[in-house]
């Protein structure tokens, strides 16, 4: 399975991005997708994560009720919106894709990762 990640930018607090995260391979869609993120000189931190049934999800803290995850599996696509972006959310944004539930430590497949700035 191969993810290529995309949808970042430069956007000013307040504003919205949409990523995507697109899974090729056979048994791409049997797997949860998720996304995390790494901030400069910070670990990299998971943010949202769903089933391939999408019939569950789950957040971060930091973004529970700013971020939705959702996923088309005829189109094996993920995506993360991201609404009222603020300053600490900057960092790069890395898809991935794993049994469920979606964990860190099992992560079998990193997309390369998009770059999104807030900025004041």
């Known amino acids: 399975v191969q993810l290529q990640a995309s949808g970042g930018g430069l956007v000013q607090a307040g504003a919205s991005l949409r990523l995507s995260c697109v899974a090729s391979?056979?048994?791409?869609?049997?797997?949860?997708m998720g996304w995390f993120r790494q901030a400069p000189g910070k670990d990299r931190e998971f943010v949202a994560a769903?089933?391939?049934?999408?019939?569950?999800?789950y957040y971060a803290d930091s973004v529970k009720g700013r971020f939705s995850i959702s996923r088309d599996n005829a189109k094996n696509t993920a995506y993360l919106q991201m609404n009222s972006l603020k300053l600490e959310d900057t960092a790069v944004y890395y898809c991935?894709?794993?049994?469920?539930?979606?964990?860190?430590?099992?992560?079998?497949?990193w997309g390369q990762g998009t770059q999104v700035t807030v900025s004041s």
């Open positions: 391979g056979r048994t791409a869609s049997s797997y949860a």
């Open positions: 991935a894709a794993a049994p469920w539930p979606l964990r860190a430590t099992h992560i079998r497949y």
């Open positions: 769903i089933n391939w049934r999408v019939t569950q999800n």
